[in-house]
Nanobody, 122 residues
């Protein structure tokens, strides 16, 4: 089994910044092909915010381009999402997920973290 745990959420004023982190751990050897950050705001559908592959390629939702930056450490099996210039519209539960590959590069599945609240006050 592999667990993903997010940290770094909280309450921040508009214009402020937060740095979210997500760490993967498990009892078996595993590797991560790609990380994703999603968010889900009250009354809205969950949306993909950012993605980073093991090779370092990144993609961002239009709503966060230029404000959010995703980075990862393949050796430490962690991913971070730096949120800058936050607005109240960024308020949501943010979740990371990862495509996990086990020994012999057998696909284990898409694993999710538990989610973490980000609240931006006006």
């Amino acid at each position: 089994q592999v667990q993903l745990v997010e940290s770094g959420g909280g309450l921040v004023q508009a214009g402020g910044s937060l740095n979210l982190s997500c760490a993967a751990s498990g009892e078996i050897f595993f590797s991560i092909n790609a990380w994703n950050w999603h968010r889900e705001a009250p009354g809205k559908q969950r949306e993909l915010v950012a993605r980073i592959t093991s090779g370092g390629s990144t993609n961002y939702a239009d709503a966060v381009k230029g404000r959010f930056t995703v980075s990862s450490d393949n050796a430490k099996k962690t991913v971070s999402l730096l949120l800058n210039s936050l607005t109240p519209e960024d308020t949501a539960v943010y979740s990371c997920n990862a495509d996990i590959y086990g020994p012999q590069l057998i696909y284990q599945g898409l694993y999710w973290g538990q989610g973490i609240q980000v609240t931006v006050s006006s």
